[in-house]
């Protein structure tokens, strides 16, 4: 089983920042190796906001680049996943999810609502 749990979100003003947590965990054979934050706003699908590959490559949406910043630590099994989210802007207001990749399936977190107001 591969536990995701996400912490940071909040509400700020536009211009403001937030820094989300992901605390990932797995007590199954097999490793973690892509992870991700994705975002949802309501009637709107889930996107990529932000993912760094098997590889190591570090992938941004065009709308986010250039003011947040994924990161990772741990190895294996237990990982921790970071955002860091600067300059928001009322559009990036959405429900944000950890995504973790384990023995080729995708995992969720709950989700952390981040609101951005005027």
């Known amino acids: 089983q591969v536990q995701l749990l996400e912490s940071g979100g909040g509400s700020v003003p536009a211009g403001g920042s937030l820094r989300l947590s992901c605390e990932i965990s797995?007590?199954?054979?097999?490793?973690?190796?892509?992870v991700g934050w994705y975002r949802q706003a309501p009637g709107k699908q889930r996107d990529l906001v932000a993912g760094?590959?098997?590889?190591?490559?570090?992938?941004?949406s065009d709308s986010v680049k250039g003011r947040f910043t994924i990161s990772r630590d741990g190895l294996y099994n237990t990982q921790t996943v970071w955002l860091q989210m600067n300059n928001l802007k009322i559009d990036d207001t959405a429900t944000y999810y950890c995504?973790?990749?384990?023995?080729?399936?995708?995992?969720w977190g709950q989700g952390t609502q981040v609101t951005v107001h005027a």
């Open positions: 995504q973790a990749e384990h023995g080729f399936t995708n995992y």
């Open positions: 760094i590959a098997t590889d190591g490559n570090v992938k941004y």
């Open positions: 797995a007590n199954i054979g097999g490793v973690i190796t892509a």
